[in-house]
């Protein structure tokens, strides 16, 4: 009898101690990452890198690093100051913009759209929160940073977003498939980040909503109970940006994101894809000074997708982070070339052979890694392009032949 209550007396013990232990954590029911520790990041002074130095150090490295105070010497930087300045250019645009209707970030509130005048008179009173691409109107006030001032750099350039609000603003724990270089105009900014290649298992489990490559994880009470793995000694990054500051935020790192006072900024998202396949070196990439007249209204943006990048991302999208077999696959194709593989012979045996292209060890099985393969390899992922060429046009051959048969029937 006494060892048995001696027994339930340790079981009871234990159980107290490991759950005072995971609610007594540091950060436990505080802001995400406040709690560090934290380590330190990289920091240059008073302009941006090279295209060569800046893709060799940082980029293919996925490295952030903050450029301090590089907008302090830009022209335009004034015009930030005062809403008067915008209200000006826009008093007699009707161009619509979109605008968030909650500061604190939540992936199902309500989008709203109207002119920008509109938005400059109502946000100071309002929770609105400005996230558009950077309008037309104003292209011509933002020069393209100097990093990526050369072609295959410029090259991996995507689109450029505009973000505007009274500050106060929080974002959810989320990644970006895009490498992005965020720059604040006006205001302070702070990123709390974590990096994935270390710190794989957080990064896996706090993006619960894998779809949108977000966490529903509580920003301002982090409850340490439902993510065990924010328990382990995990090291953050703390970076504060002010008005003319930048940082380099490389795709997948896992963030969060708030804004004080009245907030400005405008970051540059980098296709991930072609990031990977850029080859930025002396051959490639003379070494210029800045130009000032490489403004975002001069540049051909957002840039098309070719055949080959939505391929790319299709493959992505497709695998996630999941082993998928060939079943799987098939349906998946096939709803997205709307036809059923399965219903010809010939788009059949060929989708086997794309199948088994990327599937390296033959095992039935496509996993990330192989997906990676297969889309940095060159010749490969053109051997997959032509294979999915030769199924498009049996598919789109079958098509038009019921459509022929129906038009035939129609005339009788």
């Given amino acids: 009898m006494y060892y048995q209550r001696q027994s339930i007396y340790f079981c009871f013990l234990t159980f107290f101690i490991q759950c005072v232990l995971s609610v007594e954590h540091a950060g436990h029911l505080k802001p995400f990452g406040s709690s560090g520790p934290f380590e330190q990041i990289d920091e240059l002074n008073d302009e941006f890198l090279e295209p060569i130095e800046f893709f060799d150090t940082y980029v293919s490295?996925?490295?952030?690093?903050?450029?301090?105070?590089?907008?302090n010497y830009e022209p335009h930087l004034s015009l930030w100051d005062l809403d008067a300045n915008l209200?000006?250019?826009?008093?007699?645009?009707?161009?619509?913009?979109?605008?968030?209707?909650?500061?604190k970030e939540s992936r199902q509130q309500n989008i709203l759209t109207m002119t920008m005048s509109e938005f400059l008179q109502r946000y100071q009173h309002e929770e609105l929160y400005l996230v558009e691409e950077v309008p037309n109107l104003l292209r011509h006030y933002f020069v393209l940073p100097k990093c990526l001032q050369c072609k295959p750099a410029l090259e991996t350039f995507q689109v450029a977003m505009f973000w505007y609000s009274s500050g106060n603003t929080s974002s959810v724990v989320h990644t970006d498939d895009y490498d992005n270089i965020n720059c604040v105009l006006q205001g302070e900014k702070q990123f709390i980040l974590v990096d994935p290649h270390t710190y794989e298992e957080v990064a896996s489990e706090i993006i619960d909503n894998p779809t949108g490559s977000f966490s529903s994880v509580d920003v301002d009470r982090v409850d340490y109970e439902n993510y065990p793995s924010l328990d382990h000694?995990?090291?953050?990054?703390q970076v504060n940006l002010s008005k003319g500051d930048c940082l380099y935020l490389p795709s997948l790192w896992v963030h969060q994101v708030r804004s004080t006072n009245r907030n400005i900024a405008i970051n540059y998202w980098l296709n991930q894809m072609r990031v990977k396949n850029a080859v930025v070196n002396k051959?490639?990439?003379?070494?210029?000074?800045?130009s000032?007249?490489?403004?975002?209204?001069?540049i051909?943006?957002?840039?098309?997708?070719?055949?080959?990048?939505?391929?790319r991302n299709f493959l992505y999208d497709l695998i996630d982070a999941d082993v998928i077999g060939f079943k799987q696959w098939t349906k998946e194709f096939s709803k997205e070339l709307n036809y059923n593989l399965n219903s010809n012979v010939d788009t059949i045996n060929l989708f086997a052979?794309?199948?088994?292209?990327?599937d390296a060890n033959g095992n039935g099985l496509i996993t990330l890694k192989e997906v990676e393969v297969a889309t940095r390899n060159g010749k490969k992922l053109m051997e997959v392009y032509e294979i999915l060429q030769d199924i498009m046009d049996i598919v789109e051959g079958k098509v038009n032949k019921t459509e022929e048969n129906t038009l035939e029937h129609e005339d009788l």
Wanted: net charge positive; aromatic share 10%.
């Fill in 283 to 290: 051959k490639t990439c003379a070494l210029k000074k800045q």
């Fill in 61 to 71: 490295q996925s490295r952030p690093v903050v450029f301090r105070r590089v907008l």
């Fill in 353 to 358: 052979e794309l199948f088994d292209t990327i």
């Fill in 300 to 311: 051909k943006w957002p840039k098309d997708l070719s055949d080959i990048d939505r391929l």
């Fill in 233 to 237: 000694d995990i090291h953050y990054y």
């Fill in 87 to 103: 209200l000006e250019i826009f008093s007699n645009s009707k161009d619509i913009v979109h605008v968030e209707t909650r500061k």
């Fill in 292 to 298: 000032q007249f490489l403004t975002l209204e001069t």
